[in-house]
């Protein structure tokens, strides 16, 4: 069968490959089922309430969201599979066997603070288990990492908040509206976000970004670029290894999972003059 899908002239019959051609397709499902943006369609969602019922037990049912961008993964053999139906099973199984995942050089602050906070891609994982945790998770409704940077702030930034107090009787807003909202201890639960904060290594920590190194093309010379296209003109390398649009754009195909560092990505500027 193989020598039929060669080209006529290397002495096939240029038979198509459906088997390949069928996998491009479920690849093509995928891609829309990895954009995050308000344009995302809604057999999408669909999808997702599918695939979180056949979650595995043990996770938290309310700190799952989706398992590309979390550490659970869909079963795709036992029990649990049989809430996934053919088309769903077909895409994971091809999202598996190409190796898809969230792989990139670098993230803008705005889309490292979309990432989950539970079951996060590259933190250091902890139970979701003490009063603490449960408190974020239920009360608070903590879901993303920019949750937690809001809830922490009043501890990263005492000079924004000189009123809050180190212990559970604080009476600053914040923590008066948290003790409204059920919460028994805020400063507590500020600690605990805290934690879960840092928990995340630099390279997916919003708050832990390094300063604009000046590599990258200013708007002026990036608009001189698109005048250069038309004109036919040389056009400056954009040296820029940053994901900026949304989290679609930072999944890969192809990719080894086991060679994504977490160390940040840096570009450094030559020393002495330009060769």
């Known amino acids: ?162 009123t809050h107090q180190k212990n559970r009787n604080c009476t600053c807003h914040k923590c008066t509206r948290d003790r409204d909202m059920g919460c028994r201890n805020p400063h507590k639960y500020t600690a605990e976000a805290l934690t879960r904060l840092n928990l995340i290594p630099p390279k997916h920590n919003p708050t832990k970004q390094e300063p604009p190194d000046g590599l990258s093309l200013t708007k002026s010379r990036k608009q001189r670029n698109e005048l250069a296209r038309h004109t036919n003109r040389d056009i400056t390398f954009n040296p820029s290894i940053t994901c900026k649009e949304s989290l679609a754009e930072c999944f890969w195909i192809f990719t080894d999972p086991n060679r994504n560092p977490t160390q940040m990505a840096r570009r450094y500027k030559h020393q002495g003059p330009t060769p």
């Open 1 to 162: 069968m193989n020598t039929l899908r060669h080209p006529i002239h290397e002495g096939g019959l240029n038979v198509l490959d459906v088997k390949s051609r069928n996998e491009a397709i479920e690849i093509i499902w995928l891609k829309a089922y990895l954009n995050f943006s308000p344009s995302r369609q809604k057999w999408v969602t669909v999808m997702d309430h599918i695939i979180l019922a056949a979650a595995p037990p043990q996770s938290v049912k309310k700190a799952r969201e989706n398992p590309f961008l979390q550490t659970w993964k869909a079963p795709l053999k036992g029990p649990r599979a049989k809430h996934l139906n053919g088309n769903i099973r077909r895409m994971l199984k091809t999202a598996q066997k190409y190796q898809v995942n969230l792989t990139t050089i670098r993230m803008t602050p705005h889309l490292l603070a979309q990432l989950p906070t539970w079951y996060h891609l590259s933190a250091e994982q902890k139970p979701i288990a003490n009063a603490r945790v449960k408190c974020l998770l239920k009360k608070h409704n903590v879901s993303k990492v920019v949750d937690l940077i809001k809830s922490s702030a009043r501890l990263c930034h005492p000079d924004q908040h000189s």
